[in-house]
């Protein structure tokens, strides 16, 4: 496994102050939601702190794999469709949540699916953010973000002694 260009490491209390922040936007758009489709893995722990700050209880999930090696995304494969019901009128009323869009072909696949949901994540990158509606902090391509749900606690070398400028 090759290791990214840079490194942006999550914590949790972070993690949950960029979710509520996201939170915060999606009410300003004045829209009701009527559910959330929550992309899973990722999008699972940014829909439960959406749900509840936006009092949204029904929650569905769609299950798409991408088959990588951590560096690269491969073929998409959907694991989980969504309820019937929620795909009524192209999913109008429906807010899709995932924590980041990387090259976007994740949203695009369930867009297919909800052509008229809206789309939002918490983190994104240049390549993906053309997919989606709504994001709360943009980072580089070449950056790989380490969530809180995958990392345990390291020490951290200082970003000048690793510097290769």
């Not at 949790?12 to 959330?36: P, S, T, V, Y």
């Not at 469709?81 to 899709?96: F, K, M, Q």
């Not at 749900?149 to 970003?159: L, R």
Request: aromatic letters at 10%; a negative charge.
């Amino acid at each position: 496994m090759s290791l990214p260009d840079k490194a942006f490491p999550v914590s949790w209390d972070q993690f949950h102050r960029d979710a509520r922040a996201l939170a915060w936007r999606l009410a300003g758009l004045n829209r009701e939601f009527k559910a959330i489709v929550c992309i899973t893995r990722g999008g699972l722990v940014p829909a439960a702190i959406i749900s509840r700050e936006l009092n949204i209880r029904l929650i569905e999930t769609v299950c798409v794999a991408s088959y990588h090696d951590y560096s690269s995304q491969g073929e998409m494969n959907l694991l989980k469709g969504i309820a019937p019901e929620l795909s009524v009128n192209g999913g109008e009323g429906v807010l899709v949540i995932d924590d980041l869009t990387d090259t976007g072909k994740t949203a695009l696949e369930v867009r297919a699916l909800l052509p008229k949901a809206h789309f939002a994540c918490v983190y994104a990158k240049p390549t993906g953010v053309p997919t989606i509606d709504t994001f709360i902090t943009e980072v580089s391509q070449d950056t790989w973000i380490y969530f809180p749900w995958d990392m345990g606690f390291t020490y951290q070398e200082p970003i000048a002694k690793g510097h290769r400028g």
